[in-house]
């Protein structure tokens, strides 16, 4: 039969869902560059931007470039303290992210935080706690799902039931390293928590939502230096596997090992396998075929499709954020969800074997 190209119908559509001034929010934390995606994703969706706020003053004028009506505030307690600000999109040094979500949510606000949210199990459950108490937001930027085209497509054809049930996950997450842009934090792991915690969190929260799990046990993990020796505390290799309350099972492998001559900054992948079909989702790149990303490969009874979702699904993530935050729903991520893909993170990052003899 060969494969076909399928036509791209998206079950949820990408649209402004406030008027000019209804949802104000402010950039606090600018350590990385996610920051701009979560902004922009935001101001698509209609939400203002009104403040930034870092110590750092380079990166408040690199940022007031990209936003340039945006105000610099001159102290985070101007923003916490602003009642038109309903919700705080922060990018801070990893380890830092956890109390800036506590004194964000202390003052009566929502916190949207890039990942990785913690980097410890303490932080998390200090964040339960305080989220608990308060009745405030801690969502977390999962974004090589939330703003990946063919990553979204591939949600709502498994809710339609194009695989049927999911029944495993593996993942690659490779990253390019480019140490010459990186602040001195990337290479502390206290600072930013080691592989597992950090890049990995993206691969739990792909496996949770693709397979229906709420829960997992991490079944092993191991974190590896292979090529960095000048960066001791740096993690450069680590693979997990998970196996879900549902039985699903998850096996991914993330690494800083993309070479300098591809075209994106990772070939990162996603292979599906479930009781009618199975996708495969080249998110980044399709090598030969096509320098741009969001490819997905769906094979089940009806034959071999290709969907080219690149500029045709659009990022609902973000106005679904903004209403729940109005409304008090849980329609872009539930709490426990963002919750849980950092907790399992963490326990791999915390039982990973440590390769030696390199």
């Known amino acids: 039969m060969g494969i076909k190209e399928g036509k791209v119908l998206p079950k949820k559509q990408a649209k402004r869902v406030v008027e000019q001034g209804e949802f104000v929010f402010a950039a606090?934390?600018?350590?990385?560059?996610?920051?701009?995606?979560?902004?922009?994703?935001?101001?698509?969706?209609?939400?203002e931007l009104k403040y930034v706020y870092d110590e750092d003053e380079q990166k408040v004028a690199a940022f007031c470039e990209k936003f340039p009506n945006v105000r610099v505030a001159e102290t985070l307690e101007q923003i916490l303290s602003d009642e038109d600000i309903k919700l705080v999109a922060g990018a801070a040094i990893p380890s830092e992210r956890c109390a800036l979500g506590v004194e964000v949510m202390e003052a009566g606000k929502d916190y949207f935080?890039?990942?990785?949210?913690?980097?410890?199990?303490?932080?998390?459950?200090?964040?339960?706690?305080?989220?608990?108490?308060?009745?405030?937001?801690?969502?977390?930027?999962?974004?090589?799902?939330?703003?990946?085209?063919?990553?979204?497509?591939?949600?709502?054809?498994?809710?339609e039931g194009a695989i049927g049930r999911v029944l495993q996950v593996i993942g690659f997450g490779p990253h390019r390293l480019s140490p010459s842009a990186r602040d001195d934090w990337f290479f502390q792991k206290e600072k930013y928590g080691g592989i597992l915690c950090d890049i990995g969190s993206h691969q739990a929260d792909q496996f949770l939502h693709y397979t229906g799990a709420t829960d997992a046990t991490v079944t092993t993990s191991r974190v590896a230096n292979y090529n960095h020796p000048q960066y001791p505390e740096l993690e450069d290799f680590g693979e997990a596997s998970l196996l879900g309350n549902n039985g699903a099972t998850n096996y991914y492998r993330i690494d800083w090992f993309t070479p300098d001559g591809l075209?994106?900054?990772?070939?990162?992948?996603?292979?599906?396998?479930?009781?009618?079909?199975?996708?495969?989702?080249?998110?980044?790149?399709?090598?030969?075929?096509?320098t741009h990303g969001s490819?997905?490969?769906?094979?089940?009874?009806?034959?071999?499709?290709?969907?080219?979702?690149?500029?045709?699904?659009?990022?609902?993530?973000?106005?679904?954020?903004?209403?729940?935050?109005?409304?008090?729903?849980?329609?872009a991520m539930t709490q426990e969800h963002a919750f849980k893909a950092t907790e399992l993170s963490l326990k791999a990052q915390s039982q990973a074997v440590v390769v030696e003899g390199l």
């Open 28 to 47: 606090v934390g600018l350590a990385h560059g996610h920051i701009q995606g979560m902004c922009n994703g935001l101001i698509a969706a209609g939400a």
């Open 295 to 331: 490819h997905l490969y769906l094979a089940n009874h009806e034959g071999e499709t290709y969907y080219d979702c690149f500029g045709k699904v659009g990022r609902p993530f973000f106005g679904e954020l903004i209403l729940d935050c109005l409304n008090r729903t849980e329609n």
């Open 113 to 159: 935080t890039a990942k990785t949210p913690f980097t410890t199990l303490e932080q998390l459950e200090i964040a339960r706690a305080k989220v608990k108490e308060t009745g405030q937001k801690y969502i977390v930027h999962y974004s090589e799902r939330t703003t990946n085209e063919s990553a979204i497509y591939a949600g709502q054809l498994i809710e």
């Open 263 to 290: 075209s994106s900054w990772g070939d990162s992948r996603i292979f599906l396998l479930g009781t009618e079909g199975s996708m495969e989702l080249r998110k980044n790149i399709d090598i030969g075929r096509a």
